[in-house]
């Protein structure tokens, strides 16, 4: 099985910023071992890379690998859904 790639979009260091770190970091670990690569990009200090992808709210997870891409919001305190909307569901078994 291949890597996923997952690149989490944020807003400096707010509080819900750094539940979203923990969550994604969290649920990677307990769920996709050593099978995951995890970005982090502050949109206040790289604007660019946010504007490409066309974020327009954070925190924002987009799943680059493997296909398809799929994108969540919010800080993924709801793991079950975070899973199932990133199409990762099936890695856990």
């Known amino acids: 099985m291949n ?6 979009y944020i ?3 707010t ?3 750094e539940r979203a770190i923990i969550n994604l970091r969290r649920m990677c670990e307990e769920n996709l071992k050593d099978k995951y690569e995890i970005e982090i990009i502050d949109v206040l ?3 660019q890379l946010a ?3 066309k974020i327009i709210a954070t925190p924002a997870l987009i799943k680059e690998l ?3 891409i799929r994108r969540i919001i919010g800080d993924l305190s709801n793991k ?3 899973l199932l ?7 856990t078994d």
């Open 3 to 8: 890597k996923s790639l997952l690149r989490l």
């Open 11 to 13: 807003t400096g260091h």
């Open 15 to 17: 509080p819900q910023s």
């Open 45 to 47: 200090e790289r604007p």
């Open 51 to 53: 504007e490409d992808e």
């Open 66 to 68: 493997p296909p398809p």
């Open 80 to 82: 079950d859904k975070v």
């Open 85 to 91: 909307g990133l199409d990762l569901e099936t890695f």
